[in-house]
């Protein structure tokens, strides 16, 4: 059947707590408000005020005490209104969450998940669209997710929640409203493994999020040009499936790495480096990433669309490593 | 605007004791003498590169987690601060893997991971010591209305310094907590100082007036009377878990020592730490207990027993392993 990514999050969140009492949702306007994308509409009524539990605007409290009913028996799924906002939640999330299992260790398990949403696309400014996931990637003891597709979205929401270690869930919010299929009864889906979007021989594109759909643009072009493109969407980018990449890598010769997120030390400049390390008798090219510019993310739509990372500068960016 | 009436250390307690409080003071004394006598021992083992890192002592501050503690149960759920080893130790973590986590060992209840600042034992309900200030407010509220769902009538107590009180986390939490009336009892320890700075140079509110507008019950206990503190402390967790509301406990206390060990404590004027002897929690209740009657040979059998239980403890931190870097390396994440 076909769903809304928006939707399929709204039903991994309903059928996980339907399959387990302890799992609670923690959020800003989740409740009687249902989100502000809508996600969560519906549970306030089937699940009640002690579940489904609406927050003052308290950022840093809300992860807080979140992190806090998992230390204290409960599952909780807390949702950060815009992915901007995570920095008021920094401490709970690096210094807290984080660490707790390992710090204290391995006396604690940490079933907590953050879902936020990342990205640009609605003109929403420099403080409601940013793409912070490297950060989180960068903390050990955080896992991240991004997922494209609402089936993925299901499978990965509904894993996280029953991870025993804290899980940044990154929802790209343009992407809510799409539509795609997914199973009459979904499964779980792994962690930290690739989906392959498009099977190619020519250049391996990795890339995650909504910019999955730019590389599959990217990639009908390029193949009515004769060149075949691979395209993986890592779906998780901590910990991110290395294999699958490298075998794709061991195919094609050619990568490029593809995202919305800043360029500049971010998710690709990861992949670069450990790929130009485990797959430099396999590169015929240099590795090139397709990331936002150095600057934060403009207003105007007049400039808002020359800051996204498109199709047209991924398919330049495969034009330079077939020279 | 009114300041915490500190003065209120001076009062002079009365002689003579019921039998009942007699009791209560010398097994409050006891418990304050033994988290004093572990943390002479925890700077003694630093001064002689036995503990590394940073330690942070507690040294004056004993009677409020052992008056505060004396009320809980296993299953209620503590937050402690860097400043924490009295906490911790009052609320039952065991004193040998105590001992081996400051020094480092794989023994440590920690397994050597988490140090002073960071200590926890999950079995007794610890959410952990917190290196950053204010760190443990939100867990322990958090904690809170975990426990208010389980509905045992179990209650989650914060502790916190004075320092706190200017950082967002505890404002955001008490808010939190009145306004789904969470059962946490939130405990500051006023000692008059944020790390190397006067408080009055810090923060210019009340915490008993932020209390009341948050519309939260609000007592104050003198911390150099533990028996003050105790029966402060009594009411307030009696009241949470009946009625589910938090609370606050503001205790003045003195930091005898300094914000770390191995601070020389220079801002400190030396006429108030030559005064601080006047001002100890375990001295005082010594003095009350000697003046009610308990004989030198009691109170000296009783020290007898905690030295030999912290020698003991040395011994199997001494004795212990150190941890190894591959077993470290692969408990990043739970499995």
Redesign the interface.
Known sequence: MEIRFGQAIGKALGDAMRADERVLLFGEDIGEAGGPFGVTRGLLKEFGGARVRDFPISEAALVGTALGAALSGYKPVAEIMFMDFCTLAMDALVNQAAKTHFMFGGQNQVPLVVRTPHGGGLNAGPQHSQCLEAWFAHVPGLIVVCPSTPADAYGLLRTAIDTPNPVIFVENKTLYAKKGEIAENPEPIPLGQARLVRAGTDVTVVTYGAAVFQAEIAAAEAAAEGVELEVIDLRSLQPWDETSVLNSLTKTHRLVVFHEAVEAFGVGAEIAARMADVGFDELDAPIVRVGAPFMPIPYSPALEKDYLPNAEQLLQAVRRVLL | MAKPDRSAKSTAAPASLEPGERDLLLECFRNMLRIRKVEEQLSKLFADGEIPGFIHLSIGQESVPVGVSRHLRTTD?V?VTHRGHGQALAKGIPLQTFFAEMMGKDT???????GSM?I????IGM??A???VG?G???????????K??GHGDV?VVYFGDGALAE??FH??I??AA?WSLPCLFVCENNGWGEFSKTERQFCGQLSQLAAAFGVDYRHANGLDVLDVTHTAEKLVASIRDTSKPAVLECNVERFHGHFEGDPQKYRNPDELAALAAKDPVLHARERLARAGVSSAELGAIETAIDTEIEHAVDFGRRAASPTFET?RA?????
């Open positions: 759920t937050a440590g209840i920690c397994r050597g991971r988490a960071h926890a034992d999950a079995s959410l952990g917190n290196g950053i760190g407010i939100s867990l322990a509220t958090g904690s809170a209305l975990a426990l769902l389980k989650a967002g986390i955001e939490c808010n939190l306004l470290a408990a990043v994440y739970a499995s």
